[in-house]
Structures are given as C-alpha cells and as structure tokens.
C-alpha cells in the first residue's frame, strides 16, 4: 500500500519539515511502527501527511518550525495563562527566540490536549491518536486516494445545510459546556466526511474559565457560522 522506505521513511517524496526525522525516531522509541504514506496539504504554518501508524492510516499534522511561524496575531488567544512561571511570562512578553520556541511548544500540545477532551466529551472532532515533538496523529478523515473536503469546497443540498448548521450549532455548544472555544471557526476548517460535519484546527481555542473574552470569541464563531449558512437560506 505504502510508497519505498528506509527505516521508516518515504523515500521519493520532499519532506517539509527539518524535524520529521526526528519525530519519525520519537515515534519509534515509543515503540510504534511509523511510515510516511503521502503529503496531503501544505499551509504556512504546518504540513499534513498520511501516515501509515501501526499498520493503521492516519493522518500527521507537522508544525514548522517555530522560526517560519507568524505568532503577532495570535496574542488574543496566547496569554498569560498558558505560562505558569514567571520566567516564561517574561520571556513571553519579550517576545524573543525563546518565547517563540515556548509558544510553538505549547501550541501543539494545547491543540492535542483540546482535541482530546472534545472528543472523549462526544465532539464531531477527528478522533486525537498521539503526539509527539511537534507531529499530531489524529484519525484520518479520507482514505489512501482522497481527503474530507472543507465546507467551503463544497455544495449542500437545502436539508443536508439545516442539518449541518444544528450539528455545528450543538458542537459549539459542547465546546462551550467542555470551557472551550474554538475561537476561529469557519467554513475553512470544518471537513464533510460520510454526510457529517467534522471541525478541525483547535491550537488557538481558550479555555472559557480564564480568558477574558471568551464570550465574545464565542459569539465571533457564531456569527461566522450564521454568515456562511446564509447562502442556504439558513
């Protein structure tokens, strides 16, 4: 099924990332076969791969590194509460090599922390499998020749459109009664897989108990939600 490989790498394919040796090796440490299957998008700021785990395709979400990494619009959603010392507050504050290296670290491990407790509370969510360094290994929403689509790639029929604004809508809702906020969601980030909705991308969600504007982040993902449905008549 897989492509050629050599101690579990993909041979023949451009790998984007300088540090997926190393987390190709992490992965193997902890006792898991690993191989590289195929690329499936690139972005700014993460590359995603299928991913043969244990003899199971996945998906692998890679962040680059922190250096090629755009954190000035991010300030709303990185405050001081992701940093219990007051060492890295400062660093933070500074905003020097570093606080991106801290911030990087704990964007990924804040999108898998977040992508577990949806999903263990119910969310329509990929189901969250590993991760490790700055690699994510989530359920792989497609299979070996294609990819879930996003909302925005796609046409819904008028009923298929009232179901999935509902669907949406609630999941929200879990998010909200689990303390958290998606905080940028959009058509852009929500796949349609076998008839359902399935919402991606949690690294800048916030916790509702301390960020100061969760609610408006709340209602600023309702309102896209609404603006997007509207062309359905929703």
Known sequence: MAGKSYNGHTMGMQLAYDG???IIEQVSKLGHKIEIFSN???????????????D????????KNPEEI????????????????LSERKAV??????????KHKNWVKREFFMLEKLFNNGAMIPKP??????AIFMELLGDEFTVAPRLCDIRLSTDEAMRTKDLILK???LFWNSGIVHADLSEYNILWWKDN??????PQSIDVRTHPNSKELFNRDILAVQKYFSKYGQ
Request: aromatic share 14%; proline share 1%.
């Open 20 to 22: 997926l040796n190393n």
């Open 40 to 54: 499936i998008k690139s972005g700014k700021e993460e590359t995603v791969y299928r991913v043969i785990l244990d």
């Open 56 to 63: 199971q395709l996945v998906a692998m979400k890679v962040y």
């Open 70 to 85: 755009n954190f000035k619009n991010t300030s709303e959603y990185l405050t001081g509460k992701f940093y219990k010392r």
């Open 93 to 102: 504050a500074k905003n020097n090599k570093f606080a991106k290296k801290l």
């Open 129 to 134: 499998i590993l991760q490790v360094e700055d």
């Open 171 to 173: 999941n929200m809702e």
């Open 197 to 202: 909705p399935y919402i991606i991308d949690f």
